[in-house]
Nanobody
Framework: QVHLVESGGGLVQAGDSLRLSCAASGRSLGAHAMSWFRQAPGKDREFVAGIRWSTDATEYADSVKGRFTISRDNTKNTVYLQMNNLTPADTARYYC???????????????WGRGTQVTVSS
């Protein structure tokens, strides 16, 4: 079992930056792909960014490429999402997910956190 806790969300202005963290406990993240998803009010949850466990290769949604960076520190059992040049369209609740099936990291999560709210004002 993997327990995930997100932090780092908040209220910022357009153009600002935030760094989200996802701390894992219960089991090492070393063999899990990690992803960030987000869900805005009235919309489906969508994939934002993911990182594979075997190669640290990263994947991003087109809407965040060049602005967001996902990284992981296996020694701290933590995954990060650095978000730069935020826009109001990035406003959502951000969730961390983990899965041992890294080829499916954009579509599958076996463990979820409760999320952290990011609100970007114009």
């Amino acid at each position: 079992q993997v327990h995930l806790v997100e932090s780092g969300g908040g209220l910022v202005q357009a153009g600002d930056s935030l760094r989200l963290s996802c701390a894992a406990s219960g089991r090492s993240l070393g063999a899990h792909a990690m992803s960030w998803f987000r869900q805005a009010p009235g919309k489906d949850r969508e994939f934002v960014a993911g990182i594979r466990w075997s190669t640290d290769a990263t994947e991003y949604a087109d809407s965040v490429k060049g602005r967001f960076t996902i990284s992981r520190d296996n020694t701290k059992n933590t995954v990060y999402l650095q978000m730069n040049n935020l826009t109001p369209a990035d406003t959502a609740r951000y969730y961390c997910g983990a899965t041992p099936f890294e080829a499916l990291l954009q579509k599958r999560t076996d463990y979820w956190g409760r999320g952290t709210q990011v609100t970007v004002s114009s």
